[in-house]
């Protein structure tokens, strides 16, 4: 991966300090938020510091909105995600991927909706939209609200809408090397004015005086008249308020993101174009993706093929992560087993399949055409067990 914080971005924060600023959540993060929704096309937006903040605040009030019970949670995923699920008291209801989008597989998210489901929680990997009109339909029809996690696919696209547009809330994450990073920091977005609200309180403690809305104010006032109006905590909640200096780095980042994720996607296409597809999985979704990182999957279930592939990039300085998101398939981790013993990993083939023989290799807007053929190349003489062609690749 490499560093998408430029000098520019740099000056943005050393012009604002020279004027004295307020520093924590003011005039900027409100900014922030206003031109986000306004990209996303979402009528609200709360920035946060971090995308787990996003994911945790977001079942927080999913739970305080609509009460407890089933969450239909992906198997590959960001540990937050199931985390945030588990922590606010849901069941989590595990599911595995559909290899096209690495997203949850929707007939089996389908399969598994009931009178106890109170969201189905998805997250899009490395770019790719895990959303079909299918799913949409059906969660419609139960009155089941999708929420997206979009951490890693700023700006992909279905049916022409960005994700994180489509669902009844959406999460984003701006940490280092993301699609647009703010150093840390993420966003709750969402067209629900109850929602935003409930996101403004969960942001800061739960305190009332967060939220936008006088007459939720008033209501409370009125409801709790022995209490100081400045301090009605109406949630146990957190502190997850972003900082100035994040929002103004966001700000300057937002007006390069349309161009840096077309360099993103155009890497992505190469990339899967010049991998041998006979030892590679090459026919990821790429309608409507935005890269955050290429993917590379064995087609066959192959340990001396993977073994070899790690060495070699090790031995390149070329980074990797197996598994792709979140270290592959999370029912394996100890957090999972612990908890549930009953669940069988192995259940899930198409995620264990990743978690073995699969990897994501970093792409940044930076990254060359030149260097991307390279890899290709080199991973492909790995995978015919030839001579690999002897080049410095300097990422
Ligand atoms: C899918 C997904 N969700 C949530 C997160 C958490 O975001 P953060 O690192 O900002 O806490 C990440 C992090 O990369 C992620 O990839």
């Known amino acids: 991966m490499s560093n998408n914080i430029t000098q520019s971005d740099l000056d943005c924060v050393i012009q604002f300090l020279g004027t004295n600023p307020i520093l924590t959540q003011s005039s900027n993060v409100k900014a922030f938020e206003e031109e986000w929704s306004g990209w996303l096309g979402v009528k609200y937006s709360v920035m946060v510091n971090s995308g787990s903040s996003a994911n945790q605040a977001t079942m927080g009030l999913l739970r305080e909105l609509r009460g407890s019970g089933e969450v239909i949670t992906p198997t590959l995923t960001w540990v937050s995600d199931v985390a945030s699920v588990i922590q606010n008291g849901f069941t989590p209801v595990f599911v595995d991927i559909d290899q096209r989008t690495l997203g949850m597989d929707t ?42 996690d979009v951490c890693e696919s700023h700006g992909a696209t279905f049916a022409g ?15 280092y090397a993301h699609h647009l990073s703010t150093i840390e920091g993420g966003m709750i977005c969402t067209d629900d004015a109850e929602v935003y ?14 939220s936008s809305s006088p007459e939720l104010k008033e209501r409370y006032r009125k409801e709790y008249p022995d209490l100081n109006p400045d ?21 300057s980042q ?23 597809s006979e030892k590679f999985y090459t026919e990821f979704a790429q309608e409507g993706s935005s890269n955050y990182a290429l993917t590379l999957v064995l087609r066959h279930p192959d340990e001396a093929l993977r073994d070899r592939i790690e060495t070699e990039l090790r031995s390149r300085k070329i980074e990797f992560r197996r598994g792709t998101s979140g270290g592959g398939n999370q029912t ?27 990897w994501y290799i970093g792409n940044y807007p930076d990254l060359e055409e030149g260097h991307v053929l390279q890899l290709c190349a080199l991973l492909n003489s790995i995978a015919a067990n030839q001579a690999h062609p002897r080049f410095g690749l300097s990422f």
């Open 332 to 358: 394996r981790q100890p957090y999972i087993r612990k908890r549930y013993p009953e669940i069988d990993p192995r259940s899930f083939s198409r995620v264990d399949h990743v978690h073995f023989f699969g």
């Open 197 to 210: 609200e409930a996101a403004r309180l969960f942001r800061a403690h739960g305190m009332v005086r967060e």
């Open 254 to 276: 937002l007006k390069r993101l349309d161009a840096n994720n077309d360099k993103r996607r155009k890497n992505l296409t190469v990339f899967l174009k010049n991998l041998n």
């Open 231 to 251: 301090f009605i905590f109406a949630y146990p909640a957190y502190n997850f308020r972003s900082t100035e200096i994040n929002a103004v780095m966001g700000r």
């Open 107 to 148: 007939a089996q998210v389908i399969a598994k909706l009931n009178e106890r489901t109170k969201a189905v929680f998805i997250t899009h990997i490395l770019g790719y939209n895990a959303l079909d009109q299918k799913l949409i339909d059906e969660c419609k029809k139960c009155k089941i609200p999708i929420i997206e």
């Open 161 to 175: 809408k960005k994700l994180g547009a489509h669902g009844w809330i959406s999460n984003f994450s701006f940490y």
